[in-house]
């Protein structure tokens, strides 16, 4: 069936760096890709999109990168911040005749250190 | 505007009993969709709501169900529960633009269930 790799699980970085967090899906239907935040306690958090038409998408610190040819698209996190700190799972997401279906990728658990 | 919100925030019961959740979703949203999240599993797709019907479902037993009332708000309930429903229920709310490409969901705090 259809699923969403995200690598890597775990990701350590100290405070200022970047980090980058990668997922590959399968299903070829696949148009609109979501990024959500997690926070210990909370229900994740929608924090930047991108659509199948779309190439790059930034947002003040973060941006979202999408090749579909390679079925890959990537989080950004440019001068991480120890507020960062959080789960952070990628879904993709296809739409049949007006419904939706959503594959959420596994989950990368980002630690900033300060 | 308000966001998603869920009730009760925690539950503890026993093997064998049911529980019911409750989701209300962002104003003017049609359709809540339920995860059940856990450490192992991940996000896993349970139901989703639209107009108080059923639009899809995932690969759950039938323990599993769930409605969807006119003003929107949605409950699931879990009959005869096993120790291995212990887990956080998400509710996510979206508009569900009739015959729109993309859509947006947005996910309330979770109810955190523990079966014991």
């Known amino acids: 069936g259809e699923n969403v790799e995200q690598h890597p699980s775990t990701l350590s970085v100290q405070e200022g760096d970047s980090a980058v967090i990668k997922c590959t899906y399968s299903d070829s239907a696949s148009n609109y890709f979501p990024w959500y935040k997690q926070e210990l306690g909370k229900g994740p958090q929608l924090i930047i999109d991108?659509?199948?038409?779309?190439g790059e998408k930034k947002d003040q610190r973060i941006a979202v990168t999408l090749n579909k040819t390679a079925k890959h698209f990537s989080l950004h996190i440019t001068e991480t911040q120890p507020e960062d700190s959080a789960v952070y799972f990628c879904?993709?997401?296809?739409?049949?005749?007006?419904?939706?279906?959503?594959?959420f990728g596994t989950g990368t658990r980002l630690k900033v250190l300060a | 505007k308000a966001g998603v919100t869920q009730t009760p925030r925690y539950l503890i019961k026993t093997r064998g009993q049911q529980v019911t959740l409750s989701c209300s979703p962002i104003?003017?949203?049609?359709?809540v969709s339920w995860y059940q999240q856990t450490p192992g599993q991940g996000l896993q797709f349970l139901f989703e709501?639209?107009?108080?019907?059923?639009?899809n479902k995932g690969n759950f037993p039938g323990r599993f169900s769930g409605r969807q009332f006119s003003n929107s708000r949605s409950e699931m309930n879990v009959s005869t529960l096993e120790l291995g429903d212990s887990a956080l229920y998400l509710c996510?709310?979206?508009?569900?633009?009739?015959?729109?490409?993309?859509?947006?969901?947005?996910f309330g705090p979770g109810t955190r269930l523990t079966v014991l």
């Open positions: 709501y639209f107009s108080e019907t059923q639009r």
């Open positions: 104003s003017g949203h049609r359709s």
């Open positions: 991108i659509r199948s038409n779309v």
């Open positions: 879904a993709a997401s296809s739409s049949t005749s007006g419904t939706y279906k959503y594959i």
């Open positions: 996510a709310s979206s508009f569900s633009r009739t015959g729109g490409a993309y859509n947006e969901q947005f």
